[in-house]
């Protein structure tokens, strides 16, 4: 699952790269889910065009949601998202991938290979693809590693989020 918004520069790189991991776990099925909207229908009909490609990817656009159920996060078994969206489902150990917001690669596992959100700092450059699928084939071992960050506070993170969006 994607966090954010669907006009983000970083949006074409991660749906190919989701067709990409689609393709090489071909025996299985993919559920791909993005929550956030574009003001540009256009980005919609690009992410249906690339994606609608694929049998064994359903893939399910939910727009805006907010505030986003916690219930919700949980469903789903790994998140692909950048900054706060990334920071957020991290908090709540649901293992994150961080996208860097300048070369739309991995910046790594939050919590486990990095803290950083936005742009990496010595992390090395991977694809999302290669970073999900290293993901996919460790997940019990880096999911137990993974803590809850007490406190948290989702009103105030989405609230901020919702802040810098407007």
């Not at 893939?59 to 990334?86: H, K, M, T, V």
């Amino acid at each position: 699952c994607t966090i954010g918004r669907i006009d983000k520069p970083y949006v074409p790189t991660l749906v190919n790269e989701i067709l990409i991991i689609a393709k090489r776990l071909n025996k299985q099925k993919i559920l791909y889910c993005m929550i956030g909207d574009s003001p540009n229908r256009d980005d919609i009909q690009k992410i249906k065009n690339v994606l609608g490609s694929c049998s064994n990817l359903h893939c399910i656009l939910l727009g805006a949601i907010y505030p986003i159920p916690r219930n919700l996060l949980y469903e789903f078994d790994i998140f692909i998202s950048s900054a706060g969206s990334a920071s957020l489902t991290s908090r709540l150990a649901i293992p994150t991938i961080s996208i860097d917001a300048k070369d739309y690669n991995a910046i790594g596992i939050m919590q486990i290979e990095t803290q950083n959100s936005v742009f990496r700092d010595k992390e090395p450059i991977e694809s999302i693809s290669s970073k999900v699928l290293f993901l996919v084939n460790n997940y019990d071992r880096i999911k137990e590693k993974l803590n809850v960050v007490d406190e948290i506070d989702l009103d105030s993170i989405l609230t901020s989020h919702i802040k810098y969006i407007s």
